[in-house]
Nanobody, 120 residues
Framework: QVQLVESGGGLVQAGGSLRLSCAAV????????MGWFRQAPGKEREFVAA????????YYADSVKGRFTISRDNAKITVHLQMNSLIPEDTAVYYC?????????????WGQGTQVTVSS
């Protein structure tokens, strides 16, 4: 069973922090690019951040640069997204994705999503 399982979402006040985690279960994702996308109500799913299987380079959407940090632990096949200085516009369902080349909206492997809500 191939599975990506997210955790760490929740409710936080503006200016606060959250750390999302995504664990790959049932498959050797250790050489896959992994990343995060998010989808706010009424909007399309958008790219947030990605990390190559070697740990570098990393990629970020302009809207989160300097506030979010993506990292991975290949021994545990887990990717993390540290989110600091959160703003209400970051409110969305966050999805983990994995791809043998580069994560995109067409990637085959997705988690179930975790809700992040930032109150003003």
């Amino acid at each position: 069973q191939v599975q990506l399982v997210e955790s760490g979402g929740g409710l936080v006040q503006a200016g606060g922090s959250l750390r999302l985690s995504c664990a790959a279960v049932g498959r050797a994702f250790s050489t896959y690019t992994m990343g995060w996308f998010r989808q706010a109500p009424g909007k399309e799913r958008e790219f947030v951040a990605a990390i190559m299987w070697t740990g570098a380079p990393t990629y970020y959407a302009d809207s989160v640069k300097g506030r979010f940090t993506i990292s991975r632990d290949n021994a545990k096949i887990t990717v993390h997204l540290q989110m600091n200085s959160l703003i209400p516009e970051d409110t969305a369902v966050y999805y983990c994705a994995a791809d043998p080349v580069m994560v995109s909206a067409r990637s085959s492997f997705w988690g179930q999503g975790t809700q992040v809500t930032v109150s003003s």
